[in-house]
T-cell receptor
Framework: GENVEQHPSTLSVQEGDSAVIKCTYS??????FPWYKQELGKRPQLIID?????GEKKDQRIAVTLNKTAKHFSLHITETQPEDSAVYFC??????????FGAGTRLFVKA | EADIYQTPRYLVIGTGKKITLECSQT?????MYWYQQDPGMELHLIHY???????EKGDLSSESTVSRIRTEHFPLTLESARPSHTSQYLC?????????????FGPGTRLTVL
């Protein structure tokens, strides 16, 4: 079955620096890759997603890149701010019933 | 406002008790899910439903059961709670009949079994 690996598990950056979180997936049939942000004590919320027919998508300070050949995708956050501190989950879906989540990356942005 | 609701938000109970965690959504979604998550850790799918009268088990073995009698309601029941059930339970829903769409999560129920 599908497996999603996410790295690093913890990431600490200075405010204003960039943060990059990487994920790899195993099922080449995966075609939908969402990223969720979960702040402390809150519910996960979608921040950006990408489908397999595009290689990159950007929304203000957040961007996601997808390399289908290598089966990996990455989240890029530029000009990080303290409110970016949270746990970030990548995920992959083949269009079927299950979305497989990565183990999460705990991002700390130091002011 | 369309949203997904969970009650109770916090629950502390003794071993052996039967409990039901409630989940309701006013988003009109057909697909609903239950995840188990230790705070800030990995999400484990325990149950999902395609629609009314449809329920399936997820990847994580769970001693819980679910029902889907109404589109908007997807309760999860533990017949006999144990300390190993202590965790956070997140309910979610999505619009599409397939999985390639955003999931909307509820606020979660934090369960502690003594």
């Amino acid at each position: 079955g599908e497996n999603v690996e996410q790295h690093p598990s913890t990431l600490s950056v200075q405010e204003g620096d960039s943060a990059v979180i990487k994920c790899t997936y195993s099922d080449s049939a995966s075609n939908y890759f969402p990223w969720y942000k979960q702040e402390l004590g809150k519910r996960p919320q979608l921040i950006i997603d990408i489908r397999s027919n595009v290689g990159e998508k950007k929304d203000q300070r957040i961007a996601v890149t997808l390399n289908k050949t290598a089966k990996h995708f990455s989240l890029h956050i530029t000009e990080t701010q303290p409110e970016d501190s949270a746990v970030y989950f990548c995920a992959a879906n083949t269009g079927g019933f299950k979305t497989i989540f990565g183990a999460g990356t705990r991002l700390f942005v130091k002011a | 406002e369309a949203d997904i609701y969970q009650t109770p938000r916090y629950l502390v109970i003794g071993t052996g008790k039967k409990i039901t965690l409630e989940c309701s959504q006013t988003m009109g979604h057909d697909k609903m899910y239950w995840y188990q998550q230790d705070p800030g850790m990995e999400l484990h799918l325990i149950h999902y439903s395609y629609g009314v009268n449809s329920t399936e088990k997820g990847d994580l073995s769970s001693e819980s059961t679910v029902s889907r009698i109404r589109t908007e309601h997807f309760p999860l029941t533990l017949e006999s709670a144990r300390p190993s059930h202590t965790s956070q339970y997140l309910c979610a829903s999505s619009e599409a009949p397939t999985g390639d769409n955003e999931q909307f999560f509820g606020p979660g129920t934090r369960l502690t079994v003594l």
